[in-house]
């Protein structure tokens, strides 16, 4: 099977990408039922990977100095304030008022949530990178070479999260590596390894998928009925990612695609098909000219 090629729920991915013998697949499960918000892993992650200053400009609706995934954000806290509108089945907030007593706050919640590269198991900005400056690793993540890379951007239109982006400037792709230097030392990444609620929980993708499940089913008996896993599907639209999330409310809410499909993933079948109706026209060409001349 080619590196590229669409993988079943039961993928090897490390070894369909070349590798004889590898580590099990690594990968992050995000908890955002206990993320705090406290925007650690994004510091922690520009101090280890060197990722610059992104402006830290406030967007004017709420605390997110960030707003999404990019060059200079590889970690992206996101912000959700709900209003009224919303069935929160949560308490209030209360705070002090005046002299007539405390005010109680029951028309929102806050969502948070510690966003970042999915590391697909069918990874579209590795399917379309013409130098091999994207590549996969032993541990199954998806690393950018930046000194291969020549900024061409086709990776950034192949994801279909929006999370790989060329730097202002300097042109080229940057993403998550996973940490790939510390991990290649037996270390967690720094954003798992700063997060102080382990909202952000790195380790073997399928011990993972399983704690996730468990993690859910114990917020559904305690009455979070709306909580669920996203990315966690093999048999989704990029076969399932080495990333993924427990959500409290719809992806949509989160900035999320609600049915995220590699552009890619078909390519190979699109290209078999074109293929066979090209050797029919030549047939049916050569068949013409072979009835004139007779």
């Known amino acids: 099977m080619s590196p590229n090629s669409f993988y079943g729920p039961l993928a090897d991915v490390a070894g369909d990408a070349g590798y004889a013998e590898h580590p099990p697949r690594m990968g992050f499960f995000t908890d955002t039922s206990v993320c705090i918000g406290c925007k650690a892993c994004e510091v922690a ?4 990977n060197g990722v610059p200053d992104d402006g830290f400009n406030l967007l004017g609706m709420s605390f997110d100095n960030t707003g999404e995934l990019g060059a200079n954000s590889w970690r992206h806290v996101a912000f959700v304030e709900q209003p009224a509108s919303v069935d929160l089945g949560m308490p209030g907030f209360e705070r002090p008022g005046d002299a007539s007593g405390p005010e109680t706050r029951t028309d929102f919640r806050w969502l948070m949530s510690s966003d970042v590269c999915k ?14 400056a994207l590549f996969r690793t032993e541990f199954a993540t998806v690393v950018v070479q930046q000194d ?14 929006g999370v790989i982006e060329r730097r202002e400037g300097d042109g080229r792709a940057f993403k998550c590596t996973l940490c790939y230097d510390r991990l290649l030392d037996g270390l967690e990444p720094a954003c798992a390894k700063a997060c102080p609620t382990d909202s952000i929980q790195f380790g073997v993708l399928d011990e993972l998928r399983e704690r996730a499940a468990l993690r859910v089913n114990e917020l559904h008996d305690r009455g979070e009925t709306s909580a669920r896993l996203y990315g966690e599907d093999p048999n989704d639209g990029v076969g399932g990612d ?12 989160y900035g999320l695609p609600p049915d995220p499909v590699v552009p890619t993933r078909d390519a190979g079948a699109m290209w078999r098909y074109a293929g066979m109706a090209a050797s029919a026209l030549v047939g049916l060409a050569v068949s013409s000219f072979l009835g004139k001349r007779s």
């Open 45 to 48: 992650c520009k101090e280890w």
């Open 119 to 132: 590391h697909c198991t069918h990874a579209g900005c590795l399917d379309v990178c013409p130098t091999g």
């Open 148 to 161: 291969i890379c020549n900024g061409c951007g086709y990776c950034v239109s192949a994801c279909p999260y």
């Open 242 to 253: 080495g990333a993924f999330f427990l959500l409290l409310d719809e992806p949509e809410v």
